[in-house]
């Protein structure tokens, strides 16, 4: 059966966005499981003595339930270039635990830090981050990822990047990308370059 899981950045013991993952959460389970109970994610979470200065990586792995919470200390990953790729039926727009096909594509990067990946000649995400990309005036972010992540939902509810739709040839028109997740706030995302994306 598969499985699910939610990642939430919890910071000096504060649990960032909790409201999107609860509404991700509930949108997984009322399309493969209609009627079923909700899960009340915060009441599930409990946060270790120890884990209340500094930054954490919390893991709620769920079906109908949850199975599992796993915390540990996070840190940014240094991404300075990334590598086109691309793949016509990718589909993640369920967070699955099972992560095979992007592992396969994260793979092709060679030297490159990260991939960028293209889904039928659009941009969608890189390995584990919704993309940005800047004109020179504003942020924009692919109206085709893979997943919608809930930095992207909050950045785009606040107006703070917007969306448009982004083929692969869009791409060198753009100055520099940025690189966001629920961990990796908009103010920290790596930026690139659009001349580091190797194709």
């Given amino acids: 059966m598969y499985q699910f899981v939610e990642t ?4 000096d013991g504060i649990i960032c966005n909790p409201d999107y993952h609860q509404s991700r959460m509930n949108r997984t389970l009322e399309e493969l499981f ?3 109970e909700s899960i009340e994610l915060m009441g599930a979470i409990t946060i270790p003595e120890n884990c209340c ?14 199975e599992k919470i796993e915390i540990e200390p996070y840190q940014l990953r240094s991404i300075q270039s990334l590598k086109v790729v691309h793949h ?4 993640y727009h369920l967070k699955y635990t099972d992560r095979q096909v992007l592992q396969e594509l994260y793979a092709q990067r060679g030297t490159c830090d990260d991939v960028l990946i293209i889904k039928n000649g659009f941009v969608s995400d890189s390995f584990t981050a919704n993309i940005l990309f800047f004109d020179g005036i504003t942020w924009f972010t692919p109206t085709t990822p893979l997943l919608r992540g809930t930095k992207r939902q909050f950045l785009l509810e606040e107006g703070i990047i917007f969306e448009r739709e982004i083929r692969e040839e869009d791409i060198s028109g753009y100055q520099k ?3 966001i997740n629920a961990l990796i706030d908009f103010e ?12």
């Fill in 188 to 199: 920290e995302m790596p930026v690139i370059p659009v001349e580091r994306i190797f194709f």
């Fill in 53 to 66: 200065a500094g930054l954490y990586k919390i893991r709620v792995i769920y079906n109908r339930s949850i």
């Fill in 177 to 179: 990308v940025g690189l």
């Fill in 34 to 36: 209609p009627g079923a």
């Fill in 88 to 91: 016509e039926s990718v589909d």
């Fill in 8 to 11: 939430l950045k919890l910071k």
